[in-house]
């Protein structure tokens, strides 16, 4: 265990009134340039209202950083007509979202001020505002999420008004505590930015995540920037020839497009440097050429195939890289052609083939559905309908306010698609790596519990057959079949899995109803009471998360009752043995009441005597010079992480009531074990090269080294005591500059 000391943190801000007015008075003039198009008679004198309520309503109010509060709705609102491309009515209850939680305002007065309709959307935002963290409740965001998802299903424009919102916290974020921008971007991609993809918004997805990477990643975040800035002359020249031909040819043919590439974004490019173990300078497609056509709606799809006909006539296509969403439509309604070329110099370039009405559909997704209802994308209408069908199917489960919940759904939000077909030829849209039982609940909930095993292109497979698309299925049931706890380890769907879970729950329920009596009858034998601090205790002993696994494992005989005699007992509470002896072993209501105050930091390694305990996390190893947080464990006391640990994103989002702010002091007397991986050319002499580095240049402590040798080509593990990241970094620049070694990357865990 270590030590921990405070440090408090400050904000300027320097505006007076009349600078405060002219800017407020700038904003919503460009509010109302936004939806000039869109005003009927009676708008623009509603939305003034609304404004001037808002304006009214929030006057008292700033923000963190200092400014006028109602600066924050209206840049909702212009969020909502400029890049969600919705309309009047979502703009007032964009400007009005507020009021109602933070004000005297009630959902009466504005039903009677503006119409009924505008407060069951204002109504809808309050709902799923963000929930104060309730401590100890570690349901409270999993709960909040199922709300946010149940007002998605009534009215998708509460979540497109609530991704606004969110957005805006996003780019606005620089003057929120620490702890606030770890938990803020956290919930972000854990939650909203999967929304926002689902929901057709990439532009917002790509943003949310960006910033998200920005406050839990910064330096990587920043090095990424940079060399977007660094490349972005080479990247100008090289487009400019990529084009060229292709515009020259477009115009030719009579078409009326538009042309031009774009860079990836910072978080896509860091996924691509993490996924294919690849520097910066690696990653060949860092952007993407994209061409929009003006094309008529009968003709769109024998446009975009004549376009791609060009592109390949001069660049050779990668054929497993071509992507045809305009045959079959992603599920959220997107359409685009996409196709990998090699282009000059031996690049690969991705390019993306769409018409106008894609493109809005692409940038602007849900909302824009809603101007497309009407004749060629009917078809895709009844898709996003079938998703908020799917959506209320998975909700009216009573088991979603479970973690576990958003962990299964976020999945169907963020996964590739199959098209697989029922035996009468209808298509079903099923997450990649669905399985047949996956099918069999997805056509209905019933069918699903009672499915022994299904037929495949006419061929029988078990339930776990992983579906591919184009695959014809039929499922197969008994009615004396009903699920099983092991259908959990290959189910993929949220919906089979809530609905299997709450079988198995209920079904646990039933037999943890006699371990509950028998606890009960053993507790009053002792003369202590039943409550949660004595449950807790035997939770913590027993290894059970949850009470409703305890009284399961009593009643089917996994616990003997008989230990609770060697339990220390003071007054009506009970103390688990060892206790006294694993001190380290407290629990999460302890580590609570030594976390500090609001507003102060916690500097590992200080000098200062108001010590706090702390472990390092093993997941994650953090070093000092890492960007780290403190997390409240139930059992272990306070844990430090890195805000980039693959456990990180979970943590913030779902217990922001546990975090501690955190950073190191500099302290040069103690060494931390750090991991790196290496792969290079298996050259006579390279170990002895990597050892001089270690022990002879830099004097460092080694605790192992393997090395894996095959077909000319070695990967090796080393792994060494450091005092600090920069020390780690100098490390790996050593190694790197070697002849010979291709790439080094730090291990995430060193725990071996």
Sequence with gaps: MHTLQLEPPVTPYNKNEEEEKKIILREYRALLRSLKESLKKGDKALLRRAFETAAEAHKDMRRKSGEPYILHPLAVARIVTEEIGLGVTSAICALLHDTVEDTEITLEDISRDFNPYIAKIIDGLTKISNVVDIKGDTTIQAENFRKILLTLADDPRVILIKLADRLHNMRTLDSMSREKQLKISSETTYIYSPLAHRLGLYEIKSEMEDLAMKYTQPEIYTEIARGLKETKRDRSRYINEFIKPIKEELIHNGFEFEIYGRPKAIHSIWNKMKTKHVTFDEVYDLFAIRVILQSLPEREKEDCWKVYSIITNFYHPSTERLRDWISVPKGNGYEALHTTVMGPAGRWVEVQIRTERMNEIAEKGLAAHWKYKEGAITGQESKLDSFLKHLRDVLNNPDTDTIDFIQDFKL??????????????????????????????????????????????????????????????????????????????????????????????????????????ALKRKFDNLKASMSQHNLNELMLYYKKPSQLDLFYAIAVGDIDLKELNTFTIYGDKFQHPGRELKNDKITEDEALKQKPGKGYELIIFGERSDKILYKLAQCCQPIPGDDVFGFVTSGEGLKIHRTDCPNAAQLLANYGHRIVKTKWAKNKEISFLAGVRIVGMDDVGVIQKITNVISGELKLNMRSLSIDSRDGIFEGTIMVYVHDREELNKFCNKLGALDGIHKIERIENTEH
């Design 412 to 517: 169907d939000l963020f996964t590739e698609e199959i098209y697989v077909y029922t035996p009468k030829g209808d298509m079903r849209v099923l997450p990649k790596g669905a399985t047949a039982l996956d099918f069999a609940f997805d056509i209905h909930s019933e069918l699903g519990m009672h499915c022994i095993g299904a037929k495949v292109n006419y061929r029988l497979v078990p339930l776990s057959h992983p579906l591919d698309s184009g695959d014809q299925v039929e499922a197969i049931t008994s009615s004396k079949q009903t699920p099983s706890e092991d259908w959990l380890n290959f189910l993929v769907t949220a919906k089979a899995k809530s609905r299997v879970k709450a079988y198995l729950k209920e079904d646990k329920r039933k037999i943890a109803e006699d371990g509950r009596d």
